[in-house]
C-alpha cells in the first residue's frame, strides 16, 4: 500500500517561514492534498491539487509537488497557524484514500 | 452551503457493532464520494472507506472484514458499520466529502462522534 510520510514536528518562529514535507514514492504523479487541523475540531481543507487554495484559506499557505516530495509551505507564521497538518492523496491503484502521519507544528 | 451532520452511539462494550450515521444537508448525495475518517485519540488520520452515488464501496483492507458503510439516498443519509469493535476502535469516527472538488480532497466534514470501547 501507498505510505506518506511526514516529520511528526515543526518548529517556527512568529513571522518566519514554515515547511512541512510529505514524502512518497512518485508522489509528484499524485495530487496532493494538505490538511489544518486544531484542537477539538475537525480538519480543515488548506491547499488541494498539489498548490491551489480553497476560498477563505490565506495565501500565505501554498503548496508544491515533484519527484517524491510534497511541501506545504506557510509565509509570515502566525500565533494561530499552530496545529497539526496532514497530507492525503488518493490512490488510484488502489483506489484508497492515504494520509501522512501528520506533522504538528509550533509557532515559538 | 452543503453541511453534515453526523450522530451514532458513543460507548460501545468489546465485541458490539458500531454504528454511525451522517445526514447531508444543502446537497445532493448523487455524484459524489462520501467517507469514513477516524483519528484515534492523540493520533493520525485514518480512512476507513467510502461509497459512492452508485452505491459502489471502497474500504480500508485493514478493516475490510469488519466494515460495512451504505446509504440511503432517499433520506440522504450515508451509515457506518463497525463490528466486533476492540479498545483500538477508540476514536473520533467524521464524515466526509469532497464536494467541490475531486480527487477526494475533502472540503466538507462532519462534526465528528467520540466512540469510546471499553468493558
Known amino acids: 500500500s501507498y505510505v506518506l510520510t511526514q516529520p511528526p514536528s515543526v518548529s517556527v518562529a512568529p513571522g518566519k517561514t514554515a515547511r512541512i514535507t510529505c514524502g512518497g514514492n512518485n508522489i509528484g504523479s499524485k495530487s496532493v492534498h494538505w490538511y489544518q487541523q486544531k484542537p477539538g475540531q475537525a480538519p480543515v481543507l488548506v491547499i488541494y491539487y498539489d498548490s491551489d487554495r480553497p476560498s477563505g484559506i490565506p495565501e500565505r499557505f501554498s503548496g508544491s509537488n515533484s519527484g517524491n516530495t510534497a511541501t506545504l509551505t506557510i509565509s509570515r507564521v502566525e500565533a494561530g497557524d499552530e496545529a497539526d497538518y496532514y497530507c492525503?492523496?488518493?490512490?488510484?491503484?488502489?483506489?484508497?484514500?492515504?494520509f501522512g502521519g501528520g506533522t504538528k507544528l509550533t509557532v515559538l | 452551503q452543503v453541511q453534515l451532520q453526523q450522530w451514532g452511539a458513543g460507548l460501545l462494550k468489546p465485541s458490539e457493532t458500531l454504528s454511525l450515521t451522517c445526514a447531508i444537508y444543502g446537497g445532493s448525495f448523487s455524484g459524489y464520494y462520501w467517507s469514513w475518517i477516524r483519528q484515534p485519540p492523540g493520533k493520525g488520520l485514518e480512512w476507513i472507506g467510502e461509497i459512492s452515488h452508485s452505491g459502489s464501496t471502497n474500504y480500508n483492507p485493514s478493516l475490510k472484514s469488519r466494515v460495512t458503510i451504505s446509504a440511503d439516498t432517499s433520506r440522504n443519509h450515508f451509515s457506518l458499520k463497525l463490528s466486533s469493535v476492540t479498545a483500538a476502535d477508540t476514536a473520533v469516527y467524521y464524515c466526509?466529502?469532497?464536494?467541490?472538488?475531486?480527487?477526494?480532497?475533502?472540503?466538507?466534514w462532519g462534526q465528528g462522534t467520540m466512540a469510546t470501547v471499553s468493558s
Open positions: 466526509a466529502s469532497g464536494y467541490i472538488y475531486a480527487q477526494r480532497a475533502f472540503d466538507i
Open positions: 492525503q492523496v488518493w490512490d488510484t491503484s488502489s483506489d484508497q484514500v492515504v
